[in-house]
């Protein structure tokens, strides 16, 4: 890596930090900061603010689990789709990161490793 | 209603309990905690980040899902509107809980309440706003600002040793996946009603069929069809 390459990389990160963290910063604020002036939250604001958890988590995992390929059985064996099930239902059973995530790697483990190696 | 302010000297030792039953009732969800921070850590060394990058992400962002996703973005050199939009749709989910936990604030000053937004998290919120319901004689305020604090120390000093772990890791082990289990473990009690499912499942495969798109767009175009499906389930329910 040369040191003109890292210096452009570098300046992109701290300007996507700063602008994420001012943006996030006035979402903590807002109704805070705003709260004596406005007595109730509008229920047009409140109601899709509900779906944006569930969808954006779902929209960011998915991708990593699952690469269409051309036959179902090249899609569904796949290391991460595999790892990714079995820790989906650790996540559901125990509501726990820390054994979703020691269970998720271990089975990617022993695909990778063991079973398809 | 008592009115809570910071010179009330007469309650000084009560508040102080406060501000520690803040820090103990969070110390449980530290196990969740540590292991994201950690991976917030490894992922930033992954997208080729220093060490200063990764603690000033976690100091000025400070919302581990919408890092995640922006390293992701970052390591795999989409647009910075893509990296910058994508994180700030993650987060604007702060502002349900700013909304939520707004009157409980009402009482204190600008500046006070300034910072108690910049530490506001889920994790703080879910915790205050249920013991503030419960208990309505507490400092709210440092019961708060005690869980809150907590964490953002934790999530500092687990970013520093996931970018110190991280750095000596070989990439045939692939700890970056652990960042999509943290968001699995974070999707599926998310999902706990009709809505909320047809929501993520929606999301969960438009993102999938729309993983080829430039600049990484599936993952917008996904969250918003899920957001739409969860508005029309609702809708069809009622």
């Known amino acids: 890596m040369t040191g003109s390459s890292l210096s452009a990389s570098s300046l992109r990160v701290w300007v996507a930090i700063l602008l994420i963290g001012v943006a996030t910063y006035g979402f903590r604020l ?5 709260f004596g002036r406005i007595d109730e939250v509008p229920a047009r604001i409140t109601r899709p603010l ?3 958890p569930p969808a954006v988590l779902a929209a960011l995992v998915l991708p990593d689990l699952v690469t269409l390929r051309p036959s179902v059985a090249a899609t569904l064996l796949d ?10 239902v650790v ?3 125990t509501e726990n990161v820390f054994a979703t995530i020691a269970v998720g790697m271990g089975v990617l483990w022993l695909f990778r490793f063991v079973v398809f190696a | ?15 102080d309990g406060d501000l520690w039953a803040g820090v103990r009732d969070v110390s449980p969800l530290m196990l969740g905690i540590v292991p994201f921070a950690l991976v917030a850590g490894i992922a930033a060394v992954d997208a080729g980040l220093g060490l200063a990058e990764a603690v000033g992400m976690s100091v000025i962002v400070f919302a581990g899902a919408s890092q995640l996703a922006a390293l992701d973005l970052l390591g795999s050199n989409a647009p910075l509107a893509v990296v910058v939009g994508t994180a700030v749709v993650i987060n604007v989910r702060m502002v349900m809980y700013s909304a939520s936990i707004a009157p409980y604030f009402a009482e204190y000053g600008r500046r006070l309440r300034a910072g108690l937004a910049y530490v506001l998290t889920d994790q703080a919120y879910a915790l205050s706003v249920a013991e503030f319901d419960e208990n309505p004689t507490r400092s709210r305020w440092r019961y708060y600002f005690g869980a809150a604090a907590s964490l953002w120390v934790v999530w500092q000093i687990g970013t520093v040793v996931g970018v110190v772990v991280g750095a000596g890791v070989p990439d045939a082990w692939g700890l970056t996946f652990a960042v999509p289990l943290v968001f699995l473990a974070l999707l599926v009690p998310a999902m706990k009603d009709r ?5 993520g499942v929606a ?7 729309a993983a080829g798109l430039p600049l990484n ?6 969250a918003v069809t899920g957001i739409a499906v969860g508005l029309a389930t609702e809708v069809v329910e009622a």
């Open chain 1, 30 to 34: 807002s109704f805070i900061h705003l």
């Open chain 2, 203 to 209: 999301a969960g495969a438009v993102a999938v069929v």
């Open chain 1, 50 to 52: 509900r779906y944006v």
């Open chain 1, 91 to 93: 996540a559901w059973r």
């Open chain 1, 79 to 88: 290391e991460r789709l595999i790892a990714g099930a079995v820790a989906g």
């Open chain 2, 217 to 222: 767009l599936g993952l917008l175009v996904g």
């Open chain 2, 1 to 15: 209603m008592k009115g809570d302010t910071d010179g009330d000297a007469a309650e000084g030792t009560r508040t």
């Open chain 2, 195 to 199: 809505p909320t499912t047809a929501a």
